[in-house]
């Protein structure tokens, strides 16, 4: 049985990458999708819509359904908008394609059948 000290103890040492003489060394950040490698490094921050300088009313948003909930995508080059209909906040997430792309792929495999 591990205890939950132990577990704090392996998830910290399973993370850590090594090289040659046991020294940490930066993980690959080359993956492969769709077949195809990608690189992830991250991006040093993610704009927020108005810095981007975008207006969402003169955005074409596509729908998930009807009413309130709803989840709602606009396309605006190389950003993909994402909001909730009805949202008190008006908020709205900002994804590059490679993570659009990577929730799609998710999706499609099913990773989030189960996320409710």
């Known amino acids: 049985m591990v205890h939950d ?8 040492t399973s993370s850590v990458v090594t090289g040659g003489q ?19 490094k ?5 704009p927020s819509v108005e ?8 955005q074409t948003w596509r729908r998930s359904g009807d009413g ?3 989840v709602e995508i606009a396309f605006t080059g190389e950003w993909v908008l994402m ?9 709205i997430l900002v994804y590059d394609h490679f993570e659009w792309e990577c929730f799609l792929d998710g999706a499609k495999k ?5 996320a409710v």
């Open 42 to 46: 991250p991006r040093s921050t993610k």
């Open 51 to 58: 810095q981007l300088g975008i207006d969402p009313d003169r």
């Open 83 to 91: 909001r909730v209909a009805g949202d008190p906040e008006a908020r």
């Open 5 to 12: 000290a132990q577990k704090v103890e392996i998830l910290s």
């Open 110 to 114: 099913g990773e989030f059948d189960y």
């Open 22 to 40: 046991g020294e940490p060394r930066k993980p690959d950040l080359t993956q492969r999708h769709e077949g195809r490698e990608t690189d992830t």
């Open 68 to 70: 309130p909930g709803a």
